[in-house]
T-cell receptor
Framework: DAGVIQSPRHEVTEMGQEVTLRCKPI?????LFWYRQTMMRGLELLIY????????DSGMPEDRFSAKMPNASFSTLKIQPSEPRDSAVYFC??????????????FGPGTRLTVL | AQKITQTQPGMFVQEKEAVTLDCTYD???????LFWYKQPSSGEMIFLIY??????QNATEGRYSLNFQKARKSANLVISASQLGDSAMYFC??????????????FGTGTRLTIIP
């Protein structure tokens, strides 16, 4: 399997522009996660989906952020309008259902976003 | 209160020595899981090891082992015979409430480990 695929790997944009980050999870995985990593706040869970349905979006910072998963093989995280404080590395991860046991989350390579 | 606390922001260890990375956690849920991830300078997150709250024995995976002390709420990662390639950020994470549908992980702030040749 190719692993979790994210695009673009790097994105530089100007304040006020719309940014769309993309993710393709590992085939057969039930869960998809979006994380943000910054020096100040560490690694934060933004939102996660189960079978394309959002389960917990309590980590989404504000209305400027939105995430969709139109099918099992694709998800987007959109920021509109973007602000300099949104600069971070955004990770997508996927996993199979764990239940009472565990399944590791497999992370993508991340998208480094810089908002000028 | 922080759910996951990693008190060592950075550590320097001589190659071939063993190293212990500290992690304490805070939960009132009797059912939880603890994870360790490694993040090398290249940026990817790599899963290392898992310990469930009901597991009777400490988890081991090759050179990695987890020193799980439930009463103290600590889950320290032990790396034996450290190698230069172990230089990376290490994150402890917790999943509270092991049930279907609850897959949320909370991460600590990480420890940067540097192996000295």
């Amino acid at each position: 399997d190719a692993g979790v695929i994210q695009s673009p790997r790097h994105e530089v944009t100007e304040m006020g522009q719309e940014v769309t980050l993309r993710c393709k999870p590992i085939s057969g995985h039930d869960y998809l996660f979006w994380y943000r990593q910054t020096m100040m706040r560490g690694l934060e869970l933004l939102i996660y989906f189960n079978n394309n349905v959002p389960i917990d979006d309590s980590g989404m910072p504000e209305d400027r952020f939105s995430a969709k998963m139109p099918n099992a093989s694709f998800s987007t995280l959109k920021i509109q309008p973007s602000e300099p404080r949104d600069s971070a590395v955004y990770f997508c991860a996927s996993s199979q259902a764990s239940g009472a046991s565990y399944n590791e989350q497999f992370f993508g390579p991340g998208t480094r976003l810089t908002v000028l | 209160a922080q759910k996951i606390t990693q008190t060592q922001p950075g550590m320097f260890v001589q190659e071939k020595e063993a190293v212990t990375l500290d992690c304490t956690y805070d939960t009132s849920d009797p059912s939880y899981g603890l994870f360790w991830y490694k993040q090398p300078s290249s940026g990817e997150m790599i899963f290392l090891i898992y310990q469930g709250s009901y597991d009777q024995q400490n988890a081991t995976e090759g050179r990695y082992s987890l020193n799980f002390q439930k009463a103290r709420k600590s889950a320290n990662l032990v790396i034996s015979a450290s190698q230069l390639g172990d230089s990376a950020m290490y994150f402890c994470a917790m999943r509270e409430g092991l049930s279907f549908g609850n897959e949320k992980l909370t991460f600590g702030t990480g420890t940067r480990l540097t192996i000295i040749p």
